[in-house]
T-cell receptor, first 112, second 114 residues
Framework: SQKIEQNSEALNIQEGKTATLTCNYTNYSPAYLQWYRQDPGRGPVFLLLIRENEKEKRKERLKVTFDTTLKQSLFHITASQPADSATYLCALDMPGNTPLVFGKGTRLSVIA | NAGVTQTPKFRVLKTGQSMTLLCAQDMNHEYMYWYRQDPGMGLRLIHYSVGEGTTAKGEVPDGYNVSRLKKQNFLLGLESAAPSQTSVYFC?????????????FGPGTRLLVL
């Protein structure tokens, strides 16, 4: 079965630095890979998705890369701010009629 | 638009009691999902529905039942609650799956089973 792993349970970073979160998967490459943000006590909120044939996607201070050879996606937040502190989840969006497969998430803390 | 709403927000049950969690969406989405989220375990899919009147099992379906009698509602039932079902439950919906469509999540229901 498809497995997904976010390599860090928690990541602490200083304000202004670039945060990099990693998402690795096994077996087949997804058609898309999605990233969500979850704040404490709230449901996840969609941030970005990247297609299988895209190498990079940007949205404001966010950048996602997708390497199907390495079976890995990287999620970058540049010029990080304390307001970026949250848990970030990646999800595999496989072809066909199957639900998303979510990673366990990485809890990011941006320290002022 | 309210998006995805969940009722109740918080509930305490005694072992053996039953309850139903209600999820409603106003986006006309075909797909609806129930997840549970536990510390260190991430989001785990319990059951999902690909349309009105259809349901399917997810990763952790045991001890739960679901029904989708109306397109906008997805009910999650616990027939005989156990302490292992203490968790935060999230409902989500999407227009499709496997095609780059995102999921929209509700605010969650915190359930404590004593």
């Amino acid at each position: 079965s498809q497995k997904i792993e976010q390599n860090s349970e928690a990541l602490n970073i200083q304000e202004g630095k670039t945060a990099t979160l990693t998402c690795n998967y096994t077996n087949y490459s997804p058609a898309y890979l999605q990233w969500y943000r979850q704040d404490p006590g709230r449901g996840p909120v969609f941030l970005l998705l990247i297609r299988e044939n895209e190498k990079e996607k940007r949205k404001e201070r966010l950048k996602v890369t997708f390497d199907t050879t390495l079976k890995q996606s990287l999620f970058h937040i540049t010029a990080s701010q304390p307001a970026d502190s949250a848990t970030y989840l990646c999800a595999l969006d496989m072809p066909g009629n199957t639900p998303l497969v979510f990673g366990k998430g990485t809890r990011l803390s941006v320290i002022a | 638009n309210a998006g995805v709403t969940q009722t109740p927000k918080f509930r305490v049950l005694k072992t053996g009691q039953s309850m139903t969690l209600l999820c409603a969406q106003d986006m006309n989405h075909e797909y609806m999902y129930w997840y549970r989220q536990d510390p260190g375990m991430g989001l785990r899919l319990i059951h999902y529905s690909v349309g009105e009147g259809t349901t399917a099992k997810g990763e952790v379906p045991d001890g739960y039942n679901v029904s989708r009698l109306k397109k906008q509602n997805f009910l999650l039932g616990l027939e005989s609650a156990a302490p292992s079902q203490t968790s935060v439950y999230f409902c989500a919906s999407s227009s499709q799956t496997g095609a780059g469509e995102t999921q929209y999540f509700g605010p969650g229901t915190r359930l404590l089973v004593l």
